[in-house]
């Protein structure tokens, strides 16, 4: 999904798959071990110091980052992140049966809880499996305030590919995101001191606008932008603003 984040702002950008998505080996992890990652990552392309961003479920991986390692993440971003479905008002209204059965077991048991969340993931390879217009077709319905996002050359062109690839190796990587960020957080956010931005779409039936007003809640210096009409995938029509903005506390 990189494809269509043209910006205007110089900036480098470096995106990698969690353990279980496209090629990346699958293994349990939590907040802090991929925060853990993304440090080795950056440590590998040799890049000192860089500002974290994440889209829906990464959004609570970049301040898992910023928070482990505040020398070297300068700023910090959660586009139409997820919060703790625990803990975020309405959120639990939203879980499917086995997914309430999966929170249950958390903290204490993160793989019986993983193997219950994999199984409310079990329709998505099928879903992955079909045609590109049939996956456009699924995400209009599941996003549906993201049509102008949707109807987009450059996002049709590619959404159907990054899909499939986040799912070839099944549905392990999404089932340990949820035990990451639906159950309680191994994330201390009073040492998330970097400049933090919350972007989210109003109308956003996925990350409900409930999730951003929690993060302000957690991180009282951190500003909340919320787009009115707008839905999920606001950071694509909008990543030049968010590069900017992450961009300047670099310099």
Not at 5 to 23: F, K, S
Not at 141 to 165: H, I, K, N, S
Not at 192 to 218: C, F, H, M, S
Not at 241 to 248: K, Q, R, V, W
Request: net charge negative; glycine share 10%; charged share 20%.
């Amino acid at each position: 999904m990189l494809a269509p984040l043209a910006v205007t702002t110089p900036v480098r950008v470096i995106a990698c798959d969690r353990p279980g998505y496209g090629g990346s080996d699958a293994q349990p992890f939590t907040l802090r071990s991929i925060a853990e990652d993304a440090v080795a990552v950056m440590d590998a392309f040799g890049v000192d110091r860089f500002a974290a961003v994440g889209q829906s479920g990464g959004g609570p991986f970049a301040l898992a980052a910023a928070s482990r390692w505040p020398d070297r993440v300068t700023g910090v971003g959660s586009a139409s992140g997820a919060g703790s479905m625990a803990e975020v008002p309405g959120e639990l209204d939203l879980l499917i049966d086995t997914d309430r059965q999966a929170l249950a077991l958390l903290p204490g048991d993160p793989e019986g809880a993983a193997a219950l969340f994999a199984v409310g993931f079990a329709d998505i390879v099928a879903f992955a499996s079909g045609d590109d217009d049939a996956i456009l077709a699924g995400f209009a319905e599941l996003c549906p305030t993201d049509g102008d996002v949707l109807a987009r050359a450059d996002v049709r062109a590619v959404l159907p590919a990054a899909v499939r690839e986040a799912v070839r190796q099944g549905v392990e990587g999404a089932a340990w995101d949820n035990v990451a960020w639906v159950g309680p957080w191994d994330l201390d956010f009073a040492s998330v001191r970097q400049p933090t931005w919350l972007w989210y779409g109003e109308a956003d039936p996925l990350a409900i606008p409930a999730n951003g007003y929690w993060l302000k809640e957690k991180i009282p210096h951190a500003t909340l932008v919320m787009r009115p009409g707008e839905g999920h995938m606001g950071i694509v029509p909008h990543f030049d603003e968010i590069a900017s903005t992450l961009a300047a506390t670099l310099a």
